[in-house]
């Protein structure tokens, strides 16, 4: 397991604890859901209450009190509008998304209305280098995998992404 990138002791160990203990086990550790983010809508034709994924400009990023939380507010903009996306519990988005200037983004999650104007809370997200390139947590049939603790369902992803990339070729079917 350990010869996956990004996957050290630690990691394999929280892994096991999933019954993942080899790449093998990693190929059949199947989601318990899926999330429908395929439908891509411009800012200005966003609904409230429907699971959407919006590809702009990241215009800024900044941590922020969210009520008494700390967290991430960002503003993202494509053609139609701009967009106020939060994260609660979550500053260290600022920092990372912050670090890539205005950088092409898809965000994908359930649309909500605040004083009026659609946000997206806690949603996926993905810097893209381009606009076409293949994501694995927005823009498409997202795998909800089961948790533990130390593990994100993001990481879970990238893991089993890579997992298929390198060894499904070589599993009989």
Known sequence: ?????GVGKEYAEKLARLGAQS??????????????????VPIAHLQPGLEQTVIGVLWQATEKRLGSRPGTEALIGDDTGNLRVVWYNQPHIAR??????????????RVTLFHGRPVLESP???VLDR??????????????????EGISPRTIRRSVKTAL???ADRMPD
């Open 1 to 5: 397991m350990r010869y996956l990138p």
């Open 23 to 40: 790449v093998r086990d990693l190929l059949f550790l199947f989601p318990r859901r899926h999330v429908d983010y395929s439908r891509r």
């Open 96 to 109: 990372t998304l912050g670090a890539r200037g205005q950088a092409p983004i898809a965000v994908s999650g």
């Open 124 to 126: 996926e997200y993905e």
């Open 131 to 148: 606009e076409d390139e293949d994501r694995i947590h927005t823009g498409r049939l997202v795998p909800v995998y089961p948790g533990t």
């Open 165 to 167: 990339d390198r060894a």
